[in-house]
Nanobody
């Protein structure tokens, strides 16, 4: 079992920045990939960014060049630095961890970008 706790969401004006953090606990040594997903009202949950245990990253086209995912193994944490935020980035952001074929999710943190 893996437990994930997100923090760092909030309200920001368009063009601003936020940094999301996710702390993992439990069977952390079995985690392969981690990532961030988001879900806006009335929309499906979508991938934002992922990072493997080796550090390879993948981003949604909509956030490339603006968001950066990073992972700190010593703290069992993953981060999402979000710059140049847009109103369309408004959503609940979820941390995700992959253990073999099982996905674990955090409770989510709200990000609201005002225009």
């Amino acid at each position: 079992q893996v437990q994930l706790v997100e923090s760092g969401g909030g309200l920001v004006q368009a063009g601003g920045s936020l940094r999301l953090s996710c702390a993992a606990s439990g069977s952390i040594f079995s985690i392969s990939g981690m990532g961030w997903f988001r879900q806006a009202p009335g929309k499906q949950r979508e991938l934002v960014a992922t990072i493997t245990s080796g550090g390879s990253t993948n981003y949604a086209d909509s956030v490339k060049g603006r968001f950066t995912i990073s992972r700190e193994h010593a703290k069992n944490a993953v981060y999402l630095q979000m710059n140049s935020l847009k109103p369309e980035d408004t959503a609940v952001y979820y941390c995700n961890a992959l253990v073999r074929t099982t996905q674990y999710w955090g409770q989510g943190t709200q990000v609201t970008v005002s225009s």
